[in-house]
Structures are given as structure tokens and as C-alpha cells.
């Protein structure tokens, strides 16, 4: 029987050999990888068991809460809803940039992905981009980065919502500690984007007559990719319809969460999965503008991009399950405590590690807290604050393994070093910042 240690060690390399050299889909990645480790640790029979039931824990906490959240994203979408919001924000706030990172910040908890944050706003970074003159690296970084901020640390993200339930936490206190983490981590993340586009426009050997082409360039691209966008521009929703398919959803959860004992109706529509599938009907009914055929194909269509999430979420709870029986996560944890580190560090580190090597963030949140919980005694650390400090882990650090490091890159047309530059490094500083703040939180506060 191998140490626990080496078997997470192999863990990781396996999966990032798995992922990033043979592009094996990461569920088939993940779920191979934990038979391996399973045997590894001398429990071949054991295995099974934790993986089917890792996968079944995992579907049962996520399929309606990312199925619906992804049917409320496309609707929207499609209606004109998002475009609407979006237009108001940006007139609300005059800054393109810092509009663009709050739509990313506003929208990436409700869709239940930030990458789909990022693939609906898009469209709308690109127009910022040629309208204020900023260079496309500029605004496609300050959306992205405000997507993940919230998405890594607001509560029901499906970052922190399983880890929560899984280490008994506060939701109250949760949801306080996350927003307040996430908002001034999201303006580092503005902040970085805004700097990116000086340092851009500053390399321009002939900047007025580049950028003048560039916009010519883009405007021609966005007549095309923004078709559809356009033609439902006449038959948009009114604001209510429009903001309630999200914003009830938000109000049920939030509400239910900060009252001390509610009664049994509220317990039921603040349930997440309740919340959001209120918000399903009502997007339903903000899209008859589209017609029932045109519903039901947008329907679909989301529910079989939110199995591909769902497939990949089942793969991460199955390693974590397997992971969690070998008894690595305690062998890391003492690993990492004979070194005298602050205990606040080691989830972050932890997280941090898994995050690097198989690059999908809720797949690290659901991994992470099963290595973690036989330790929780011993690191003495409030469930909130052991959470966040994992959570700040997970922007550490994108590149080539993580699907977004490749959709952020493709749908700004930025080149790989580009995408370093601006989604690794911005992610990297964003990390930094959280895992500072929630220190700070924990040494004056506790």
C-alpha cells in the first residue's frame, strides 16, 4: 500500500498528464484517476463504492441548480433580457470598465458559471472596446475577472455551496464574509484589467492609426457575431421581466438565509434549487416573446451544455470521495503543518495545488474540503474561514489545463501569451488579494 502522500502526488500528475498531454475528457480523466487511486491504496472494492457514491452526491446537490441557472442564462440571452441589464449598468456606472467588471461580478453567481458569464457579455466587451477606444485585452479582462470573483467566493456559487454544506458552515456568516472578500478582489481585478489597457496603448508604435484598424476590424466582426443579439434588440422584455428571472431567485435565497427561524414556506422557496427553478418559469414566461417551438430548442440546448458541466462536477466529487478514503487529505495537511506554516495557509495551499494541476474550480471545491475535514480540529479554524481561504486558493493558477484559460482567449481573439498576461496573472493577483483579506478577517476579527 502506497503512503497517502504519493498517492495524491500521483493524483495530481496523473490528472494533469490525463487533461493537458492526451486532452482526455476530464470526467473520463477524473473518474480513471480515482479507480487508480483506489488500487493504489490497496481498496479496489472500496473504490467503487466511493466513486458511485462521490458521482451521486455530487448530481444530486448540482444537476437542478446548474441545469437551471444555465435555462435562465440562455433565455435571457436570447430575449434581450441580458442585453437590457447590461445596457443599464453601463449607463449607471459611465466607467466601461468598471461596468463590465460588475456584469461579470453581477451575473456569474446567478448563471451558476462564470464562464457563461463570460461567453453572454462577451459580445458586449468586444462594442465597449471599439465605442470607448480600449484595447480588447483590456475589457475582455476586467469582464472575466469579475465573473470569477464572485463565482470563487459568493455564496450559492457552486464553489462555495458544497463545501459549505460539507463543513457545516455558517450560511449567514458565509454569505457576509464571501461578499465582502469578493468585492474589493474584484476591484483588483478591475484595477489590473485598467492597467493592461494603459500598458497596451503605451506599445503602440502607431497607436492612433493601429487602434482606428482595429476598430474597423472588430465592428465587421460584431455585425456578424452579434446577429441574433441585434435582432431581438426591437422585442427586448420590459425591466421587470428582465431582472426578475434573477433577481427573485437572489431575494428568496438571501432572504430565507437571514432570518433566524423561518417558517416552512420560506425554508421551501429559499431553497436554491426552489429559488432557481422560480427563476426558469419566469424566464420562460419573459421568453413567449420567442414562441414555444423557439423555448423549447433554447431549452435543450441548455440542458445539454449543463450536462457536459454536470459530467465534469461528478468526475471531481468521485476523486474527492476516493481521496477522502485514502486518507491523503490528513497525511497533506500534517505534510504541509510540520512546517510551522500558519494554519490559515494550508487549505489555501492545498486548493491551490489542486486548482494548478487539474484547473477546474468547483472540481477543487469539491476535493478540497474532503482532504481537509479530518484536519479541521487540528487547523482550529472557523468553517467560514477555512472555506474562503480555499476558495482564495482556486484562482491559483490558470493556464493550459483549465477550459477557460482557452475560451477566454478565443472569444477576446488574444494570443496564449496574451491570455497568460491577462487571465493567469490577473487571476493570480485576485488570489493574492482574497487570500489576504480573509486573513485579515481571521487575525482581527476571531
Known amino acids: 500500500m502506497m503512503h497517502p502522500v504519493l498517492i495524491f502526488l500521483f493524483a495530481l500528475i496523473a490528472i494533469l498528464l490525463f487533461t493537458a498531454k492526451f486532452r482526455l475528457h476530464p470526467f473520463l480523466s477524473l473518474v480513471l484517476v480515482s479507480l487508480l487511486t483506489g488500487i493504489l491504496a490497496g481498496e479496489p472494492i472500496r473504490t467503487i463504492e466511493a466513486v458511485t457514491e462521490g458521482l451521486g452526491s455530487v448530481f444530486s446537490r448540482f444537476a437542478i441548480i446548474i441545469t437551471s441557472g444555465s435555462i435562465i442564462g440562455l433565455l435571457l440571452q436570447k430575449t434581450g433580457g441580458m442585453s437590457l441589464i447590461a445596457s443599464d449598468i453601463t449607463r449607471f456606472f459611465k466607467n466601461p470598465l468598471l461596468a463590465l467588471s460588475f456584469l461579470g461580478f453581477l451575473f456569474s453567481v446567478p448563471t451558476m458559471c462564470y464562464i457563461l458569464a463570460y461567453v453572454i457579455f462577451i459580445p458586449i466587451a468586444k462594442e465597449l472596446s471599439s465605442r470607448f477606444n480600449y484595447p480588447p485585452i483590456s475589457t475582455a479582462t476586467a469582464l472575466a475577472l469579475g465573473a470569477v470573483a464572485?463565482?470563487?467566493?459568493?455564496?450559492?456559487?457552486?464553489?462555495?455551496?458544497?463545501?459549505?454544506?460539507?463543513?457545516?458552515?455558517?450560511?449567514?456568516?458565509?454569505?457576509?464574509?464571501?461578499?465582502?472578500?469578493?468585492?474589493?478582489?474584484?476591484?483588483?481585478?478591475?484595477?489590473?484589467?485598467?492597467s493592461l489597457g494603459k500598458a497596451e496603448v503605451s506599445g503602440m508604435n502607431e497607436g492612433g492609426v493601429i487602434r482606428e484598424k482595429t476598430i474597423v476590424k472588430e465592428k465587421k466582426d460584431l455585425s456578424q457575431e452579434n446577429g441574433a443579439l441585434q435582432r431581438t434588440e426591437n422585442r427586448k422584455p420590459g425591466r421587470f421581466e428582465a431582472y426578475a428571472p434573477i433577481f427573485i431567485p437572489l431575494f428568496l435565497i438571501l432572504f430565507e438565509a437571514v432570518l433566524?427561524?423561518?417558517?416552512?414556506?420560506?425554508?421551501?422557496?429559499?431553497n436554491p434549487n426552489v429559488a432557481l427553478l422560480i427563476g426558469v418559469l419566469l424566464s420562460i414566461f419573459s421568453g413567449r416573446v420567442l414562441g414555444l417551438p423557439m423555448i423549447r430548442v433554447q431549452v435543450e440546448k441548455a440542458i445539454k451544455r449543463s450536462g457536459v458541466v454536470l459530467l465534469d462536477l461528478c468526475g471531481g466529487g468521485a476523486l474527492g470521495a476516493t481521496l477522502a478514503m485514502t486518507g491523503a487529505g490528513e497525511a497533506l495537511g500534517k505534510f504541509f503543518l510540520q512546517f510551522n506554516l500558519p494554519h490559515i495557509l494550508v487549505p489555501f495551499?492545498?486548493?491551490?495545488?489542486?486548482?494548478?494541476?487539474?484547473?477546474?474550480?468547483?472540481?477543487?471545491?469539491?476535493?478540497?474540503?474532503?482532504?481537509?475535514?479530518?484536519l479541521v480540529p487540528e487547523l482550529g479554524l472557523p468553517p467560514e474561514i477555512l472555506?474562503?481561504?480555499?476558495?482564495?486558493?482556486?484562482?491559483?493558477?490558470?493556464?493550459?489545463?483549465?477550459?477557460?484559460?482557452?475560451?477566454?482567449?478565443?472569444?477576446?481573439?488574444?494570443?496564449?501569451?496574451?491570455?497568460?498576461?491577462?487571465?493567469?496573472?490577473?487571476?493570480?493577483?485576485?488570489?493574492?488579494?482574497?487570500?489576504?483579506?480573509?486573513?485579515?478577517?481571521y487575525f482581527f476579527f476571531y
Not at 260 to 270: A, E, I, K, Q, R
Request: charge should be negative.
Open 150 to 194: 464572485s463565482f470563487n467566493l459568493v455564496y450559492p456559487s457552486p464553489v462555495i455551496i458544497s463545501a459549505a454544506e460539507e463543513l457545516s458552515a455558517n450560511r449567514d456568516m458565509l454569505i457576509l464574509l464571501g461578499f465582502l472578500t469578493a468585492v474589493p478582489t474584484s476591484f483588483s481585478g478591475y484595477l489590473y484589467a485598467r
Open 260 to 270: 433566524n427561524n423561518p417558517n416552512t414556506l420560506f425554508t421551501f422557496l429559499g
Open 349 to 374: 495551499l492545498v486548493a491551490a495545488a489542486l486548482q494548478t494541476v487539474q484547473g477546474s474550480r468547483v472540481v477543487t471545491m469539491l476535493v478540497a474540503p474532503s482532504l481537509l475535514l479530518p
Open 387 to 441: 472555506i474562503l481561504s480555499m476558495a482564495s486558493g482556486t484562482f491559483m493558477i490558470s493556464h493550459v489545463n483549465d477550459p477557460f484559460f482557452w475560451i477566454f482567449g478565443e472569444l477576446a481573439e488574444l494570443t496564449p501569451s496574451e491570455v497568460f498576461r491577462s487571465n493567469t496573472l490577473g487571476n493570480a493577483l485576485m488570489g493574492v488579494v482574497s487570500f489576504l483579506i480573509v486573513s485579515g478577517i
